[in-house]
């Protein structure tokens, strides 16, 4: 069974910085996208970074773009987001997600399998 584990979350100030971690279990994920969204309440589950197979593309929100770097260990099976210069509009629970695909996508519904997310709250 494929498992999704998500980790690193927790209260920054803004400015500061926090990587997400998400150890996949149950697959090798080496053919694998891997993604990571965010939720914020009362809002809808939005597209936050995503990485291919080889980590040879990225793709990235512009709202965070130049501030967030995703990143995966296909030796450890787990892909990373790393997060600087957090913002009070950064808040929301982070999801990360694996698509049986080998390319990006912004998509939600493109993705096969989900981490139970992680809380990441940044304090202005």
């Known amino acids: 069974q494929v498992q999704l584990v998500e980790s690193g979350g927790g209260l920054a100030q803004a400015g500061g910085s926090l990587r997400l971690s998400c150890a996949v279990s149950?697959?090798?994920?080496?053919?694998?996208?891997m993604g990571w969204f965010r939720q914020a309440p009362g809002k809808e589950r939005e597209f936050v970074a995503a990485i291919n197979w080889s980590g040879g593309s990225t793709k990235y929100a512009d709202s965070v773009k130049g501030r967030f770097t995703i990143y995966r260990d296909n030796a450890k099976n787990t892909v990373y987001l790393e997060m600087n210069s957090l913002k009070p509009e950064d808040t929301a629970v982070y999801y990360c997600a694996l698509d049986l695909r080998l390319d990006t996508s912004v998509v939600v519904t493109t993705y096969d399998y989900w981490g139970q997310g992680t809380q990441v709250t940044v304090s202005s």
């Open positions: 149950g697959r090798s994920f080496r053919r694998d996208a």
